[in-house]
């Protein structure tokens, strides 16, 4: 099967064809992580504040399947481009294995952890009481999460992203749904409370793999999985992990970021936390649309770079900006214009209306300018220049935000956390254009080796 359309094609529309379909799953995505929130907002505010301070830990599983899946993208991409199948088929089969394994490994851990890792932040026995039972049962499907991200990298690499919608819609609708059912206690269902989220979760979450199991095995691909005389070649592993690596912690950087904020935050009060949390699920309505075009140009740069093709790896880069930054626009009229009623979806605590209203209004000031680096990260990674990516994550989320925060705060309380999103946002764009600007000058003189 051909896959010549990712270097024949006119750019703006093969890029809106890949990215669309990713955008409305991100958006849905999105949506039902603001739905979940608002259900389980409904049950307490401890159950809130339970699903604010698990997130950190939630979001290092995620960010783990994720970033080894962008490894297993930019590798199959690269090598699709080359015209070399069978090394991207040994890229698609050890790519899931090891996915399955690192996925085996998390859960165990993360069950393990989670307890102490409440307590860090809040002795209320309600809250951690609430945030174990979510966290033992999400992160006992932390395999099932790594297979089903491995094949949606896999489906993206090959530039089947209509597939990748369908399972993320098909999952996350399903989840919509049985929140209120298990949360609740609708109709036959028992009134689970923050149990039934998770499980509508993980529910959620197996629908996913299974369309994709069902896909691949009626649909042919270019790629094949197979773990019959499964080879475990050193330089292919090398190049999983040497992209996979830099891009799971640029993932995991925001739980790090997160725990430090909370840390902070908590001085204040268990409000400053709980808008903080709610914040971020506020933002993945934002930046998961935004995410979505970047996993459409992400399979495209990594193929044209493979196939040489460097003109349009700069046309494509310069489109997925324009795309993104058009994006944060209207997130930034939003939190501008009506902060109260989006706070309001969460609590109906008036001082943390008030707080989450405030921060909304200062992180916004950041949002536009983000995209310069939201951008140039995932191009790097599909260029398969894993370290420069790292370090725009490193400093959007720790080297800047982190400092910022703990000074700023000591002179304008919880504010000046809110302050900090905007410099870091403003600093690490700058950082980053200069680094891609150099990475894809190198790009141009090298022979094309990922990683």
């Known amino acids: 099967m051909e896959q010549?359309?990712?270097?024949?094609?006119?750019?703006?529309?093969?890029?809106?064809?890949?990215?669309?379909?990713?955008?409305?799953?991100?958006?849905?995505?999105?949506?039902?992580?603001?739905?979940?929130?608002?259900?389980?907002?409904?049950?307490?505010?401890?159950?809130?504040?339970?699903?604010?301070l698990v997130?950190?830990?939630?979001?290092?599983?995620?960010?783990?399947?994720?970033?080894?899946?962008?490894?297993?993208?930019?590798?199959?991409?690269?090598?699709?481009?080359?015209?070399?199948?069978?090394?991207?088929?040994?890229?698609?089969?050890?790519?899931?294995?090891?996915?399955?394994?690192?996925?085996?490994?998390?859960?165990?851990?993360?069950i393990f952890i989670i307890p102490h890792f409440l307590n860090l932040f809040t002795s209320d026995q309600e809250v951690i009481a609430s945030g174990v039972q979510y966290a033992r049962i999400t992160f006992g499907f932390a395999a099932v999460i790594a297979a089903e991200l491995c094949f949606e990298k896999l489906f993206q690499a090959v530039g089947k992203m209509t597939v990748s919608m369908l399972a993320m819609l098909i999952g996350c609708i399903a989840n919509i749904l049985l929140d209120p059912l298990l949360i609740f206690g609708i109709g036959p269902f028992p009134a689970l409370g923050i149990s039934g989220a998770a499980l509508a979760t993980v529910i959620g979450q197996v629908l996913t793999l299974m369309i994709y199991l069902i896909i691949y095995f009626t649909r042919p691909l270019p790629v094949k999985i197979s773990f019959r005389n499964?080879?475990?070649?050193?330089?292919?592993?090398?190049?999983?992990?040497?992209?996979?690596?830099?891009?799971?912690?640029?993932?995991?950087?925001?739980?790090?970021?997160?725990?430090?904020?909370?840390?902070?935050?908590?001085a204040f009060s268990q409000d400053a936390v709980l808008v903080l949390g709610?914040?971020?699920?506020l933002q993945n309505f934002l930046y998961l649309p935004a995410n979505g075009i970047i996993q459409g140009m992400r399979p495209l740069i990594g193929y044209n770079y493979g196939a040489g093709e460097h003109r349009r790896v700069q046309k494509l880069y310069t489109l997925t900006l324009t795309?993104?930054?058009?994006?944060?626009?209207?997130?930034?009229?939003?939190?501008?214009?009506?902060?109260?009623?989006?706070?309001?979806?969460?609590?109906?605590?008036?001082?943390?209306?008030?707080?989450?209203?405030?921060?909304?209004?200062?992180?916004?000031?950041g949002f536009i300018v983000s995209s310069v680096s939201v951008t140039s990260a995932g191009a790097l990674e599909g260029l398969g220049m894993g370290a420069p990516s790292l370090l725009i994550s490193l400093l959007r989320y720790i080297v800047i935000i982190i400092p910022a925060a703990l000074l700023l705060s000591r002179f304008l309380g919880v504010n000046g956390v809110w302050h900090a999103f905007w410099i870091a946002e403003l600093i690490t764009s700058a950082v980053a254009w200069v680094i891609y600007k150099k990475a894809s000058r190198r790009s141009v003189s090298r022979k094309g080796q990922p990683g």
């Open 55 to 110: 997130y950190p830990v939630q979001n290092f599983i995620n960010a783990a399947a994720i970033g080894f899946g962008v490894g297993i993208n930019a590798v199959i991409a690269f090598y699709l481009g080359a015209g070399r199948q069978r090394t991207a088929s040994l890229a698609a089969s050890l790519g899931l294995l090891l996915s399955v394994l690192h996925g085996v490994l998390l859960s165990i851990v993360s």
């Open 278 to 281: 709610v914040y971020y699920k």
């Open 230 to 266: 499964l080879q475990f070649p050193r330089e292919l592993i090398g190049k999983l992990y040497s992209i996979g690596i830099p891009a799971v912690l640029n993932l995991a950087l925001p739980s790090l970021l997160v725990s430090a904020l909370n840390a902070i935050l908590a």
């Open 323 to 365: 795309l993104c930054a058009s994006i944060m626009v209207l997130g930034t009229i939003c939190c501008l214009a009506v902060p109260e009623t989006l706070i309001g979806l969460f609590t109906t605590n008036e001082q943390t209306v008030e707080t989450g209203a405030a921060a909304l209004r200062i992180i916004s000031a």
């Open 4 to 52: 010549t359309f990712m270097k024949e094609r006119p750019v703006l529309p093969l890029l809106l064809s890949m990215s669309l379909p990713m955008v409305l799953s991100m958006m849905v995505n999105a949506l039902y992580n603001i739905v979940d929130s608002y259900f389980v907002a409904q049950i307490s505010e401890s159950a809130m504040t339970a699903l604010s």
